[in-house]
Protein backbone atom coordinates (compact mmCIF):
# COMPACT_ATOMS: atom_id res chain seq x y z
CA UNK A 1 0.00 0.00 0.00
CA UNK A 2 2.97 2.50 1.10
CA UNK A 3 4.77 1.68 -2.40
CA UNK A 4 1.28 2.83 -4.29
CA UNK A 5 0.98 5.78 -2.53
CA UNK A 6 5.24 6.63 -3.17
CA UNK A 7 4.18 5.26 -6.89
CA UNK A 8 1.83 7.64 -7.55
CA UNK A 9 2.03 11.06 -5.29
CA UNK A 10 -0.74 10.35 -3.86
CA UNK A 11 -0.99 13.00 -0.81
CA UNK A 12 -4.00 11.06 1.23
CA UNK A 13 -5.52 8.16 0.13
CA UNK A 14 -6.96 4.99 1.93
CA UNK A 15 -6.66 1.16 1.17
CA UNK A 16 -9.60 -0.43 -0.78
CA UNK A 17 -12.37 -1.95 0.86
CA UNK A 18 -14.59 -4.93 -0.15
CA UNK A 19 -16.22 -3.84 -3.39
CA UNK A 20 -19.36 -6.22 -2.46
CA UNK A 21 -19.89 -4.89 0.93
CA UNK A 22 -23.34 -1.93 1.04
CA UNK A 23 -21.56 -0.22 3.55
CA UNK A 24 -19.03 1.77 1.57
CA UNK A 25 -18.66 4.71 -0.38
CA UNK A 26 -18.34 3.71 -4.61
CA UNK A 27 -15.02 5.99 -4.39
CA UNK A 28 -13.35 3.67 -1.41
CA UNK A 29 -14.60 0.58 -2.76
CA UNK A 30 -11.02 -1.45 -4.23
CA UNK A 31 -11.20 -1.98 -7.97
CA UNK A 32 -10.16 -4.76 -9.87
CA UNK A 33 -8.92 -2.32 -13.22
CA UNK A 34 -6.20 -0.40 -12.08
CA UNK A 35 -4.11 -0.02 -8.89
CA UNK A 36 -5.71 3.15 -8.08
CA UNK A 37 -8.45 5.69 -8.86
CA UNK A 38 -8.82 9.19 -8.38
CA UNK A 39 -12.49 10.09 -8.82
CA UNK A 40 -16.03 8.39 -8.92
CA UNK A 41 -19.16 9.00 -9.33
CA UNK A 42 -22.01 8.51 -6.53
CA UNK A 43 -25.58 8.03 -6.72
CA UNK A 44 -27.02 11.51 -6.84
CA UNK A 45 -28.37 12.67 -3.22
CA UNK A 46 -25.27 11.09 -1.94
Do not use: A
Not at 26 to 31: A, L, N, Y
Amino acid sequence: YVDLVKKHGLEISQPGVDPNSPFTWQMTRKRHDSEVHKSTKEKPGC
